[in-house]
């Protein structure tokens, strides 16, 4: 019989696991078949499966029809975060930090290990990373042609490569694809927001005896949601968070924080609050507000409960008429961003002889995440970021000037923070732009070797651009310069004081406050405030016009800032990121010989090589070489607060991007052996084993090694035996290596009482980072019964254990370790030398010693054909797909465990289950999903840090009816009508409190859109 290179492929391809092979790329995937086996098809080792029940290692293989009944219209992300394995995963609609975060994609995170330990392949290849934290954006994918996902569990390097710490996620393409189908859907929540749009069409044909073409196009659109906390449900939403309880406050006793509705901070005001500086308790302006059009001031009326300050104070306070100004100022309901996705795969393979083969095929997306004004956005002037307001300024109501006449006082300290719809103000129409392209390309050739083994080499390049774009970010020297207003003592008019001066850049770049200061581009250790040696500092505020066009304005009130000056005060902001990425590969595949009882030895081995290189930066990049501002009096400049002059070294709020590159290549070889190791006589029981191992060595860090040992058991025809060990491995990435950002934070200070202060961080990478490496153990069984048809079970523990764990411990625990004896990350910590308060804390990357996940999974399918109506085809599936963490911590250098088993974003279980019901043309679909309650705060002893440190569990259900036919042509269609949180239930009360936001936060774990319908037709040709 004619063999052709399709065929050969697929008689070998039980050994077809290793790692390196991407090369599944054009090919169909591999199967294993035997004249007296069914045909299976087998994953966990390269060796694919459309039924996670058959393999090896776990899989869980989910169909595309699967993953768009989790969240119709939405993201491949969102339908994947339906999982049991997954938590947290990023959406380019729940989005991502601007400039410094990740915003514009979407990012996987199995067992909640980090974006950065998954692995995302494209059928099986190595896709360029999205930005420099080495994540793939799933967002970028050719969704159309996608058949299965396949979901691998438990450790993977040695058969796919690094970073498989957490798993692999395969996205696997129809190779064999012929004809045409179109998918479309539009979808709108009942709120009438978030509207969504779909389209993607996939096709594939043969061309002649030989050539094979497939190719396809998404495009997908979601509108931004922006719910306004006054309309949402009131039984749900009333900014529920914590105050100090009253009894602590009186004499320590009882828990030191308790949950309230209406919680707002009793700091600061939307209309600037008066007090700190020179302004003392006796003073008649202390807390004193500014009425709204900032003409006078009024008291500020503190709630029902309350506290001001102190140790272990939230300085936060419930009820009273500040917590429904603090509820129209502040967001903190549900929310998402605008979400526009493309993209496009063509492929193709040429067939010269029946043995050997070329291919090829190119890709590329693009997805955005943007977020509009949404006109609660805007300045930072709270806290130690407060505006300072001088005695001469113009805008001064008579009455408070009186007063600090009277008492002698020069200057106040105004605490402003919030803004209300429809209300310009400094920072109202901040616009955030983010985008990001992938683009690959690939050729290669199979061919069947004269010894009857298969060889594959292939080649691939691609790149990945991030580009965010914020514009009119606030500038915070053009917001200070403006908000000091003066009169001019020649003409009379409003100015800004720096105006009366009206510096060179000469006598800016003379100023004693730049002085032996350099830009923070000059190095990473400039960007961090601790190198003296580079390009100096050419000025403490902007060179671009920023004194001659500065605009001036009352910073007093709300919405008392002119057009002229809020434009002036913000200007746009870009973050561009580059990523190369060239990959070559080399596979040889083939049967050792016939084995003991039940098949071949299988072998295979290959070689690859793979190049990434990355630049990070900012633009424009005259305005980011300057920065922070900084006081000159001298010069008329003045009243910038020392969290900003001390903060992030930009002149931009809270944008910093580090101007950064590096680059790094990697050899790799690997084999991989699969054998039947013992089949009885009766062949009822079998025992297989498999062997892979891979080293790695990097130009960057050397060696590495990581191996997997499988093993077999089929007990008889109902029960089968799984278990795997591995050692695997993960490279740091190129941010933990090179990044730096500055920012802002808080934390509780334990040599201060826990008393709550904000303070400037700086989040730093390390290039002196090992490789991680984590033993990984997996073992399950699959039951399918003979007692009851069509049923399957598979339950599989896992653990993995990672060594040199890289992680950022946070703020607040650097502080509390250091607090703890920990005296090497007392290092990481500033305190003012004569007041001993924290000024700054650096959270650099590290390998943390330790972080180990272990749980279970289950799933359970069955499937029958029930007989409720006579001359109909009937079928009923059910599918329940569960995982129960037993533990997940992370443990330091000095062996201080922390567990996050059980606390927000990572509970204990999570499940969803699918019953399906089709009657002739008809289906109908209920889907139910579970997650379990957990703790507010994973730190908190409940009674003593807090009255209640509990979130309830979540239930919420979706449904699908569907509709389908035939055309006379023989093409097939199908309608159907989703409804999403059937019952439209509002996720759980998560109470909060920030001094810098709002209170009461709405995660994603949970369903937080409410009831919501989508639409769609699905035809094929």
């Known amino acids: 019989m004619k063999r052709t290179i399709i065929k050969g492929f697929r008689s070998k ?71 049991p394995q997954f938590f947290g995963t990023q959406s380019a609609q729940r989005g991502g930090g601007a400039l410094f975060g990740s915003a514009g994609g979407s ?21 360029v990373p999205a930005d420099k934290r080495g994540s793939v954006n799933v967002d970028t994918f050719p969704t159309a042609l996608v058949r299965t996902v396949d979901v691998v569990t438990g450790g993977a390097s040695a058969a796919y490569g690094a970073d498989a710490l957490g798993g692999v996620t395969n996205f696997v393409l129809d190779r064999e694809f012929q004809g045409l189908k179109i998918q479309a859907g539009t979808g709108v929540t009942e709120w009438g927001d978030g509207d969504r749009y779909n389209l993607s069409i996939a096709g594939g044909t043969q061309i002649g005896d030989r050539l094979n073409v497939i190719g396809s196009v998404d495009v997908k659109y979601i509108n931004q949601i922006n719910r306004d906390p006054e309309e949402l449900d009131a039984d749900w939403f009333q900014r529920w968070g914590y105050v100090t309880c009253p009894q602590w406050q009186a004499d320590r006793s009882g828990p030191r924080q308790c949950t ?21 308790s006796s003073s008649d302006l202390y807390y004193m507000k500014f009425t709204p059009d900032g003409t006078d001031i009024t008291p500020f009326v ?27 100022a502040f967001g903190g309901g549900p929310s998402g961003a605008e979400v526009v996705n493309r993209a496009f795969f063509l492929g193709a393979q040429y067939e010269f002889t029946d043995t050997f083969s070329v291919f090829g095929q190119v890709l590329g997306g693009r997805s955005e995440s943007n977020q509009g004004p949404n006109g609660r956005s805007g300045y930072s002037m709270q806290d130690g970021w407060y505006a300072t307001v001088y005695r001469d300024n113009a805008y001064l109501p008579d009455s408070v000037a009186a007063i600090m006449d009277r008492e002698g006082i020069t200057q106040i300290q105004v605490h402003k923070l919030g803004s209300f719809l429809d209300t310009p103000e400094i920072g109202n129409l901040e616009d955030d732009r983010n985008v990001m392209t992938t683009y690959s390309a690939q050729i290669g050739f199979d061919a069947v070797l004269p010894n009857g083994w298969d060889l594959r080499a292939s080649y691939q390049s691609g790149e990945s651009r991030r580009l965010t774009q914020v514009y009119n970010k606030i500038r915070v020297d053009r917001m200070f310069l403006g908000a000091d ?24 770049a003379e100023s004693p406050s730049v002085q032996g200061r350099v830009s923070s581009r000059a190095s990473i250790s400039a960007q961090e ?42 200007s746009l902001k870009k973050g561009d990121s580059n990523i190369e990425q060239d990959f070559a590969e080399a596979l040889l595949t083939g049967e050792l010989f016939e084995g003991w009882g039940y098949g071949p030895v299988s072998f295979a081995a290959g070689l690859t090589w793979r190049e990434q290189s990355f630049s990070d930066g900012a633009e424009p990049a005259s305005v980011d070489a300057l920065g922070p501002p900084l006081n000159a009096p001298e010069l008329g400049i003045q009243g910038i607060p020392p969290s ?112 709550q202060f904000q303070i400037t961080s700086v989040s730093g990478g390390n290039p002196n980072l090992r490789p991680e490496i984590a033993n990984t153990i997996v073992a399950g069984f699959v ?173 919420w259900w979706n449904a699908r009816l569907g509709y389908g036919g035939e055309m006379s042509s023989g093409a097939t269609w199908n309608v159907a009508l989703n409804i999403q949180n059937l019952f439209d239930r509002n996720p759980p009360i998560v109470p909060s409190f920030s001094s810098r936001g709002g209170s009461q936060s709405t995660p994603a774990d949970y369903d937080t859109f409410g009831r919501r319908y989508q639409l769609s037709l699905n035809m094929n040709f």
């Open 107 to 127: 990012f996987l995170n199995m067992r909640s290990l980090g974006a950065n330990r998954t692995l995302v392949l494209l059928d099986g290849s190595r896709v």
């Open 260 to 280: 309230y509705p209406w919680v707002s901070s009793s700091q600061h005001s939307p209309y600037g609050l008066i007090r700190g500086g020179q302004v003392r």
């Open 302 to 328: 503190l709630g029902d409960v309350y506290t001001l300050g102190g140790a272990g104070s939230t300085r936060s306070m419930a009820g009273g008429p500040e917590g429904q100004i603090h509820n129209r």
């Open 529 to 570: 405030g601790v190198d003296t040696v580079g390009t100096p500092l050419a000025s403490p505020i902007g060179l671009d016009n920023t004194v001659r066009d500065c605009v001036p304005y009352n910073v007093m009130g709300n919405g008392n800032a002119s057009a002229e000056a809020i434009a002036y005060a913000g």
């Open 644 to 755: 900003y002059t001390a903060g992030s070294p930009n002149l931009h709020q809270f944008s910093t991007v580090p101007l950064i590159g590096g680059n790094y290549d990697v050899w790799e070889w690997f084999a991989e052996l699969q054998a039947p190791i013992w089949e009885s006589n009766s062949g009822e029981q079998r025992l297989g084993g498999s062997l892979a191992v891979r080293q790695s060595d990097y130009s960057s860090t050397g060696k590495v090694d990581a191996w997997k040992l499988g093993l077999e058991f089929e007990l008889n025809e109902e029960l089968r035996f799984r278990a795997t060990k591995s050692r695997d491995v993960r490279e740091a990435t190129f941010s933990e290596r090179f990044d730096a950002q500055g920012g802002g934070g808080a934390i509780d200070d334990p040599a201060f009482g826990n008393a």
């Open 13 to 83: 391809a039980l050994a077809l696991s290793v790692s390196a092979v991407s090369a599944s790329l054009v090919m169909a995937p591999a199967v294993y078949a035997q004249d007296d086996l069914e045909e299976v098809q087998v994953t966990g080792t390269r060796i694919r499966s459309t039924d996670g029940m058959a393999t090896p290692t776990p899989v869980t293989a989910i169909t595309v029809a699967e993953l768009q009944d989790f969240e119709p219209g939405g993201t491949v992300a969102e339908q994947l975060d339906a999982l």
């Open 783 to 955: 039951y399918q019964p003979q007692w009851l048809d069509g049923l399957q079970v598979s339950t599989d523990w896992y653990e993995v254990d990672i060594k040199d764990a890289v992680g950022q411990l946070g703020l607040q625990r650097i502080v509390d370790l250091c607090a703890a004896g920990d005296t090497s990350q007392c290092g990481n910590i500033t305190r003012d030398p004569v007041t001993g308060v924290i000024g700054r804390v650096f959270n650099y990357y590290q390998n943390v010693a330790q972080s180990l996940v272990e749980g279970v999974d289950l799933e359970v399918a069955y499937r029958m054909e029930p007989n409720f109506f006579n001359n109909e085809i009937e079928s009923f599936s059910l599918r329940a797909l569960a995982g129960y963490i037993i533990s997940r911590t992370n443990t330091s250098a000095t062996g201080i465990v922390d567990e996050f088993t059980g606390s927000l974003g990572n509970p204990e279980i999570t499940s969803n289950i699918t019953a399906n019901y089709t009657v002739g043309p008809y289906s109908l679909q209920l889907q139910g999903r579970y997650y379990d309650g957990v703790l507010r705060n994973r730190n908190w002893v409940e009674g003593r840090d807090v009255d209640d440190n509990t979130v309830p569990s979540s239930t």
């Open 485 to 508: 207003a003066v009169r001019d003592p020649a003409t009379g008019a409003i100015v800004c004081r720096v105006q009366l001066f009206n510096p060179t850049p000469e006598q800016l």
